[in-house]
Nanobody, 114 residues
Framework: QVHIVESGGGLVQPGGSLRLSCVASGRLDGPYSMGWYRQVPGNQRELVAR???????IYDDSVKGRFTISRDNARDTVSLQMTSLRPDDTAVYYC????????WGKGTLVTVSS
């Protein structure tokens, strides 16, 4: 079993920044990817950014140039630095680990509003 805990959400004004953090623990006994997804009520969960074991990140087009994902393999952590936040970035953000299957955190709410 893999356990995931996210932190760092909150309320921020448009144009502001937030940093989300995620730590994974448990049976991480294989190569696995880590990433961030987000979901707005009534919509499907969508990929924001993810990084595999090679460290090459992929981003959704809507966040390219504004968000940066970083991973620390030694600590089993992944972070998402979000800048130039917009109201349409408002969502619950979920940390994901894929190791033979998807594992999800409980999510952290990011609200971008003035």
């Amino acid at each position: 079993q893999v356990h995931i805990v996210e932190s760092g959400g909150g309320l921020v004004q448009p144009g502001g920044s937030l940093r989300l953090s995620c730590v994974a623990s448990g049976r991480l006994d294989g190569p696995y990817s880590m990433g961030w997804y987000r979901q707005v009520p009534g919509n499907q969960r969508e990929l924001v950014a993810r990084v595999g074991t090679t460290g090459d990140p992929i981003y959704d087009d809507s966040v390219k140039g504004r968000f940066t994902i970083s991973r620390d393999n030694a600590r089993d952590t992944v972070s998402l630095q979000m800048t130039s936040l917009r109201p349409d970035d408002t969502a619950v953000y979920y940390c994901n680990v894929f190791l033979f299957r998807d594992y999800w955190g409980k999510g952290t709410l990011v609200t971008v509003s003035s």
